[in-house]
């Protein structure tokens, strides 16, 4: 079994900064060391989206709409991950998801929760105007 477990949410102002964090662990958490990760979000009456994926090579692809603001990144050992997202938007207000990938991704897995089958429970990120 594979747990992820994400913190780091809260509300601040539009302009602001937070810094969430993702810990993979449960018994078969080095079976996916080498996998794709990522990070999705959800608000309210919308459809879940990916906001940017990494693999294991370290390649990563981000949403048009969160480049040059939000940042991926992990530990050596690929048990935590890590999104700084800086000069928050009202648009950014949503629940955020890490997930893992059903297979190795060496490069950054496709925008898309497809190739995701482990998923967080979320954090929530409320940003005001």
């Known amino acids: 079994q594979v747990q992820l477990v994400e913190s780091g949410g809260g509300s601040v102002q539009a302009g602001g900064a937070l810094r969430l964090s993702c810990q993979v662990g449960?018994?078969?958490?080095?079976?996916?060391?080498?996998?794709?990760m990522g990070w999705f979000r959800q608000a309210p009456g919308k459809e879940r989206e990916a906001v940017v994926t990494?693999?294991?090579?370290?390649?990563?692809t981000y949403a048009d709409s969160v480049k040059g603001r939000f940042t991926i990144s992990q530990d050596s050992a690929r048990y935590t991950l890590y999104l700084q997202m800086n000069n928050l938007e009202p648009e950014d207000t949503a629940m955020y998801y890490c997930?893992?990938?059903?297979?190795?991704?060496?490069?950054?897995?496709?925008?898309?929760?497809?190739?995701?089958?482990?998923w967080g429970r979320g954090t929530q990120v409320t940003v005001s105007s």
């Open positions: 990494i693999g294991n090579g370290g390649m990563t």
């Open positions: 997930a893992v990938t059903r297979n190795v991704y060496y490069a950054s897995p496709p925008l898309s929760p497809a190739p995701f089958i482990y």
């Open positions: 449960g018994p078969s958490r080095s079976s996916v060391n080498q996998h794709g």
